[in-house]
């Protein structure tokens, strides 16, 4: 029996290219979940009066949640359906269907939990891109990696994703950011549940719209979210949920390189104040430690990229299902 596969669309502001899009995308998709995030064009009763395909389902949000709040809602329908694999396709016409056979097939074949696009793959295809985007999603990317734990993927903030619902299953989505954090907030709870993630490469699909994204002001609005994600990344992943030499790295290397630094500023300040040079003694006792620790420090850094997840779990949870299913139904239990 072939296993669902859906597609959810969070709608704001896209009446002029909701019904072109839902009339593009293929026969391979079973169920498209509208979720109108209390669209003021009214997007979902649009699509109720404007399209007839019977796998079209409405959903409306009374009040705005967000791209991610949308999301959720249409994440927790699709779970009600089956299980399957669960595609996000934003509903703005910038993210061609036809890659949708593309996107599932490394979570079909159960190679991954969870497959994004990834728009710079081909260096070809990025003079399309304005130069704005192509420098602020290698600042986001970069802040991604360290939040999420997934050192090997690139452009966090491609919408374009899809989910095993076996994996979804496990994700806690009331906690998932609502706003524009919410494809790297999937990343870190995806990471979590130690879920394999992959990219998906495809072009780059930009009109002569201007671009809303600056650089500065949602670098720092994420930065502060990033860090209290990668903070709780490695206090769970290496301190509650596992203890191992990494652990013993990351805090020695921490506390060497604080104190050289303290240490070496201290007897700096004083050198300044004094016009009396350090002594060569003062001088290693500063830069031994610091030199230490940044190299235990750089040891972790590779043994946190060498521990990213590359084993789909789903196919796990499905062998591990099973025999609960079955002892479930046995009468003998």
Known sequence: MRKLLAVVIPCYRVRAQILPLLASIGSEVDRIVVVDDCCPEQSGLHVEEGCSDPRVT?????H???VGGAMVTGYRHVLQLGTGVVVKLDGDG????????HLVQPI???VADYAKGNRFFRIEGLRSMPRIRLIGNAVLSFLSKIGSGYWRIFDPTNGYTAISTETLSLLPLEKISRDYFFESDMLFQLGLVRACVVDVPMPAIYGDETSS??????????????ISNTLKRIGYNYFLRDFSLASVEL???SLLTLFGVVFGGYHWRISIQTHMPATTGT????????ILGFQLLLSFVAYDIGATPNEAIHRLLKQVRGPERSAEASPEE
């Open 58 to 62: 409405v959903l409306k949000h009374t």
């Open 64 to 66: 705005n949640q967000g």
């Open 94 to 101: 910038q993210m061609d269907p036809r890659w949708i056979k």
């Open 108 to 110: 079909q074949s159960g």
């Open 213 to 226: 994204l600056v650089i500065s002001r949602l670098a720092f609005r994420f930065l502060s979210r990033h």
């Open 251 to 253: 805090v020695a290397g």
């Open 283 to 290: 001088v290693m006792l500063a830069a031994l430690p610091v």
